[in-house]
C-alpha cells in the first residue's frame, strides 16, 4: 500500500487533487479507514469524469488498489496501537 499512496501523492498535483488526498491521508493516519474508502472513491469518481488521460488512468488503477486492501483488511487499519 506504501507504493500506492507514494506514487499517488506524486500524480496529485498534475491531477488538481492534492487537498483531496491530503484529507483521505489524514483519515488513513487518524485510523478511520472507512472515512479513507469514502474520500478514496470520491476521487475516483472525479478521475473517472475527467479526460481520460493516461495519468488519470494510472491514479485510478491505484485507488482501486489501496480500496480494495483497505476493505479487505478494514479492522486491521482501524486497530489502535497496543501502548
Given amino acids: 500500500m506504501g507504493s500506492e499512496i507514494i506514487q499517488l501523492r506524486r500524480m496529485a498535483p498534475q491531477l488538481a487533487?492534492?487537498?483531496?488526498?491530503?484529507?483521505?491521508?489524514?483519515?488513513?493516519?487518524?485510523?478511520?479507514?472507512?472515512?479513507?474508502?469514502?474520500?478514496?472513491r470520491r476521487l475516483d469518481l472525479s478521475l473517472a469524469s475527467s479526460l481520460d488521460t493516461e495519468?488519470?488512468?494510472?491514479?485510478?488503477?491505484?485507488?482501486?488498489?489501496?480500496?480494495?486492501a483497505l476493505s479487505e483488511h478494514l479492522s486491521y487499519f482501524n486497530a489502535r496501537a497496543i501502548a
Fill in 17 to 40: 487533487l492534492t487537498p483531496e488526498l491530503d484529507a483521505m491521508l489524514e483519515a488513513f493516519a487518524h485510523r478511520n479507514g472507512a472515512i479513507a474508502i469514502a474520500r478514496l
Fill in 55 to 68: 495519468i488519470a488512468l494510472r491514479a485510478r488503477g491505484r485507488i482501486l488498489v489501496l480500496v480494495e
